[in-house]
C-alpha cells in the first residue's frame, strides 16, 4: 500500500456552483497552476468545463497550451507569465488570451501575430500596487496609447483591463481598486474597448462583490482549500475536496508508523503540532521522517488500516487549512507540495 490523495470532483463540482452563484453576474474564471494546485490538471480542467465554466487560468503558456491539446477550442484560456523571448508564437496559434504586463511583452506578441497573421486577444495588467508584473501607473497612459495603436493597426485586440491584489488588507485592496478603476478609465480615453475587466481572486471574489466586474479569477476555493485564519469553508459556502491518506505500516510500544513523509511534501516541522486520523480518532503526530510519519497508537490500531493526513474534516482529520495554521504557512503550499508520484484517485 502506498499513499495517495483522493479527490472529491463531485466537491469540487459543489465548490464551483457556490462560487459560481456568488459572482455572478460576473462569471468565473478557474485558475489551475500547479497542476490545478496539485489536484490534477486535466481532471479538475474536465469537470469544470463539464459544468459549464467558460474561462480556465493557466498561468504559464505551457500549461494553456495543454489545455488546448485535451479540452479543445471551446474553452477560453488565460496565460499571464509571460515574456518576450518565450515561445508566443504557439500561445498565439493556440488562441491564448494572452495577459500582457509590459510594453516588451506588447512589441513581441504584436511582433509574433503580425509574422503570423493571427489577431491575439490580449488583457493589459496595470499594477495596483502588488509590484508584481505589471505596468506601473506612471507608464500606463503611454502603454495603453502603444495598445490603441496596435489595435487601430488590427495587430491585436484589447479584451480585457486586470491587476492581481493582495487580499490581505480590505484599505490596500480598496487603494488597488481605485487604481484599477482609473486604468480602467484610461484605457476607454486612449480609444480602447475592453470588453472584460477582472482583479479578484477567492478571497476578495467570495467576500466583496464590489470587486468581481466581468470575471473573478478562483484557484484555492474551488478546491475548497480556505485561508489561514478564516474566514472557513462554512463560512465561505466551500468545503476541501482532496485528502490525503497513507496506510498504517506497523504498531508497536504505543507508537504507529504511517507510510508518508517529509519526501512526499510533508513539513517536518509539522511533528508535534498536528493530528492526522485513524479509524476516525485524531492522533498526535510524534514525528515526520523522511518516508514515514509516527503517531501515538494504542489496540485500535492496526497494520493496514488508512490515516487520514488531511482532508475535508468529517474523518477527525484536520483539514489542510488546520496543517497550515498549525505550522505557520498557507494551505496552498501544503497542496502543490504533495510529491507528484503520489497517485490521485478521483471520486466522482
Ligand atoms: C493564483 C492566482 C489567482 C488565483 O488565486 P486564489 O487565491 O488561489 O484564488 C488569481 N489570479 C492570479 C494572477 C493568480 O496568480
Redesign the pocket.
Known sequence: MTPRLVIDLAAFERNVAALQARVAPAKL?V?V?NDA?GHGLESIVTRALAQGVEWI?C?DLGTALAVRAFAGEAPRLFS??LSPDENLAAGIRARVDL?VGSPAVLEAVAATAAALEIVPRVHLKIDTGLNRNGVRRESWAEFVARAAVLEDEGRLVVEGI?S?IA?ASDEEDDLARTRFDEAVDAARAAGLRPALR?L????A?TLRPEFDYDLV??????HG?A?AGGPYGDELGISPTASLRAPVLAVSDGEAVVGVGAWHGLPSTAAGRVTVAVRGVARPVIRIEPEHLVITSDAAIEAGDEAVIFGDGSEGSLTSTQWAEAIGTIP?ELHTRVDARIPRTYLN
Do not use: C, Q
Open positions: 474564471m485558475v497552476k494546485y487560468g498561468l499571464w507569465l495577459g486586470w492581481h487580499e477582472h479578484a481572486a477567492s478571497a471574489g479569477r478562483m484557484g484555492a476555493f474551488t482549500i485561508p496552498e
